[in-house]
């Protein structure tokens, strides 16, 4: 299974963005140094997360970005459908007749590597940005 940088760096964004939102918007320029992410790259990410509704952007001089809901309700896989980021852990498609490796058949594990896939994407819709969160606050306690 292979999860992209944008995967990963949306997700680290939305939380520290969800840990510094109480007061005012946030912008991407603190997230960049914070997360050591290319400003440049930050708004590739937001622009999406932004269509998809899960940021909202605050022009003016206080300006930046805030979430549209609550991080609880914010599951890791909105964030990465919203980023275009594809959990998968075959390389066939799962309702093709057609096998990974190209023959009439499934390969031979690919039932392994389906329900690895599932088990994995229903982690991702169990966790919440809170849930990220709170276990960050935790581990330094």
Known sequence: MKLTSKGRYAVM??????KFNNLNPVSL????IRQG??????????????????????????????L???AKEIKLTNIFEAVDEKVKTLQCK?????????????????NLWDELEN??????????????IKD???RRL
């Open 29 to 32: 320029r603190d997230i960049s």
């Open 119 to 132: 088990h994995i994407n229903d982690f991702f819709e169990k966790k919440s940005l809170e849930d990220l």
């Open 37 to 66: 992410i290319s400003l440049d790259y930050l708004e590739q990410i937001f622009s999406k997360l932004r269509k998809k509704e899960i940021v909202q952007s605050v022009r003016g001089n206080q300006g930046g970005y805030v």
């Open 13 to 18: 964004a939305l939380v520290d963005l969800a």
């Open 94 to 110: 799962k309702e093709s007749k057609k096998g990974c490796n190209g023959k009439s058949t499934k390969c031979l594990t690919h």
């Open 68 to 70: 549209n809901k609550k």
């Open 136 to 138: 960050n606050i935790e």
